[in-house]
């Protein structure tokens, strides 16, 4: 009985997981986490901050995406900001990333329901949020308009700010001496936070 009970709660779990992969109707990759003991690759760099969920303990312990396009290559990243189980309002994040300039393109989150879950992605503009997940991009040009920028180079550690989330009209604010501690207490000192990159999106 308890097999079938656990099955029964991770069967939604899963079909969620698949269907908002496919609703993104794009390829993506997936950002590399901070392990204790790791340097920065030549090519990559550190962003790291603290994200502001939309929806707190409601939340129903979904994981929450961030996605971002390279407006240099084109390529499609998209990275954890609230990470399944947990439910606090706010997460620290840090992650490798290829060096160059980055748009942001859509914040994805789950509502609980008695169901299970309601998926929503939403693309992020500057000043507004549009309620669609089918709007077309023009060139790099007026993505980065747009959109939220920040830029990374190469064997850099980026502080991006705290994301604000928590309501449709995002924002980016700085708090770097509060995340540097979440951040140091979890070991990753090899990486010199003290000299990293103001980077917030702008």
């Keep these: 009985m308890k097999t079938i009970?656990?099955?029964a709660v991770l069967l939604p779990i899963f079909l969620l997981a698949i269907f908002t992969s496919m609703s993104y109707g794009q390829q993506y990759e997936q950002l590399e986490?901070?392990?204790?003991?790791?340097?920065?690759?030549n090519d990559k760099g550190i962003i790291y901050g603290n994200f502001i969920q939309r929806l707190g303990f409601t939340s129903g312990g979904f994981q929450q995406d961030i996605r971002v396009i390279n407006?240099?290559?084109g390529e499609i990243f998209t990275f954890s900001v609230k990470p399944a189980i947990k439910s606090s309002k706010e997460n620290p994040f840090i992650y490798f990333i290829k060096a160059g300039r980055y748009a942001i393109l859509n914040y994805q989150w789950i509502a609980s329901k008695w169901y299970g879950g309601k998926v929503f992605v939403e693309p992020i503009y500057k000043n507004r949020v549009i309620e669609l997940t089918s709007q077309p991009e023009q060139d790099d040009h007026t993505i980065a308009n747009a959109r939220?920028?920040?830029t990374v180079s190469p064997n850099t550690v980026n502080y991006v700010g705290t994301w604000h989330f928590d309501n449709e009209s995002v924002?980016?604010?700085?708090d770097k001496e509060s995340?540097?501690?979440?951040?140091?207490s979890s070991n990753k000192k090899k990486f010199d936070f003290d000299r990293a990159v103001?980077?917030?999106?702008q």
């Design 5 to 7: 009970a656990y099955r």
């Design 71 to 73: 407006l240099d290559s």
């Design 148 to 150: 939220y920028t920040f």
């Design 171 to 174: 924002a980016f604010t700085t």
């Design 33 to 41: 986490r901070i392990g204790k003991y790791e340097s920065i690759p």
């Design 198 to 201: 103001i980077a917030l999106p």
């Design 179 to 184: 995340i540097d501690k979440k951040i140091l």
